[in-house]
Nanobody, 120 residues
Framework: VQLQASGGGLVQAGGSLRLSCAASGSIFGIKNMAWYRQAPGKQRELVAT???????NYADSVKGRFTISRDNAKNTVYLQMNSLKPEDTAVYYC???????????????WGQGTQVTVSS
């Protein structure tokens, strides 16, 4: 199983970016998907989560600016980031709790991370 994240880059404050993360491999089903981020010198923090049914939750720092969504048919999660601020600069990681075909129990999988840099 592999999670491939893409869409990061350099943007000016106030701009927008859209991150994507596609899960591939022998996936039986995906439970929750999420985005985390880690800024230099800081711990990794949860940005947003989405359940298989589409329920979402956001960190207070991104509420009203970021939107998480998913396409279950494509095993893909997205993060639309608007009104970006310099403090949003971080490496963004996607996460999925999923079942692998033929394996009992769900497990955590992580993408490789994509850099988002917001200039002031």
């Amino acid at each position: 199983v592999q999670l491939q994240a893409s869409g990061g880059g350099l943007v000016q404050a106030g701009g927008s970016l859209r991150l994507s993360c596609a899960a591939s491999g022998s996936i039986f089903g995906i439970k929750n998907m999420a985005w985390y981020r880690q800024a230099p010198g800081k711990q990794r923090e949860l940005v947003a989560t989405i359940t298989s049914g589409g329920s979402t939750n956001y960190a207070d720092s991104v509420k009203g600016r970021f939107t998480i969504s998913r396409d279950n048919a494509k095993n893909t999660v997205y993060l639309q980031m608007n009104s970006l601020k310099p403090e949003d600069t971080a490496v963004y990681y996607c996460n999925a709790v999923l079942w692998v075909a033929g394996v009992a129990g769900a497990d955590d999988y992580w993408g490789q991370g994509t850099q988002v840099t917001v200039s002031s």
